[in-house]
């Protein structure tokens, strides 16, 4: 099946100082990656739609401006917090949709857990 | 809105069977999709339906009613391993996921 990978897995930082995100299909090309987060005991929440090569799309209420979204390629996406703080402490998923596939099926990566303190 | 449900918590025996279901109202259906998620960890894929009927997997099946919009995933032989998160989510018009809040298993012995 097709692989997605996250780095780093967990990542510990001082609050005001921005962390970066990498997700990659490892066997596919992905044109649309989503990014999720995921607060303790909740669904998953997604923050934006990203597509290779164009200015990802955001949900309501995710500030664009600190969630920085890249998708410089068809196998590489990156989430950038910018100035973090302890409430952005959480867990953050990212997915790849393999445009060849019909049903359209997420593969999701392992995810990157974020403690900002 | 677009709203998924699903219970919030299931309990059951090792080797039994269980049923969880999954109610949507979504602008648009694409396939309805069922994950597992233990704690800590990502969703992985169990199953995806789009037409009417029961797809079976190993211990695992999903059943879809388009008409009714409605969903079930049904594990069979319970193992100790299963108590995870079961999310079920939507695929509507735009091709955008509409994630449940998922259904947390716990698996007694």
């Not at chain 1, 303790?40 to 949900?59: C, D, H, I, R, V």
């Not at chain 2, 677009?2 to 979504?26: F, R």
Request: net charge negative; glycine share 8%.
């Amino acid at each position: 099946g097709a692989v997605v990978s996250q780095h780093p897995s967990w990542v510990i930082c001082k609050s005001g100082t921005s962390v970066k995100i990498e997700c990659r299909s490892l066997d596919f090309q992905a044109t649309t990656m989503f990014w999720y987060r995921q607060f303790p005991k909740q669904s998953l929440m997604l923050m934006a739609t990203s597509n290779e090569g164009s200015k990802a799309t955001y949900e309501q209420g995710v500030e664009k401006d600190k969630f920085l979204i890249n998708h410089a390629s068809l196998t590489l996406s990156t989430l950038t917090v910018t100035s973090a703080h302890p409430e952005d402490s959480s867990f953050y998923i990212c997915s790849a949709r393999d445009a060849r596939e019909d049903h359209n099926e997420q593969f999701f990566g392992p995810g990157t857990r974020l403690t900002v303190l | 809105g677009q709203n998924i449900d699903q219970p919030t918590e299931m309990t059951a025996t090792e080797g039994a069977i269980v049923q969880i279901n999954c109610t949507y109202q979504t602008s648009g259906f694409n396939g309805l999709f069922w994950y597992q998620q233990h704690a800590g960890e990502a969703p992985t894929f169990l199953s995806y339906n789009v037409l009417d009927g029961l797809e079976e997997k190993g211990r695992f099946s999903s059943f879809l009613s388009r008409s009714k919009g409605y969903s079930y995933l049904l594990l069979k032989e319970l193992q100790m391993k299963d108590s995870a998160s079961y999310l079920c989510a939507v695929l509507d018009s735009n091709y955008q996921l509409i994630w449940g809040a998922g259904t947390k298993l716990i698996i007694k012995p």
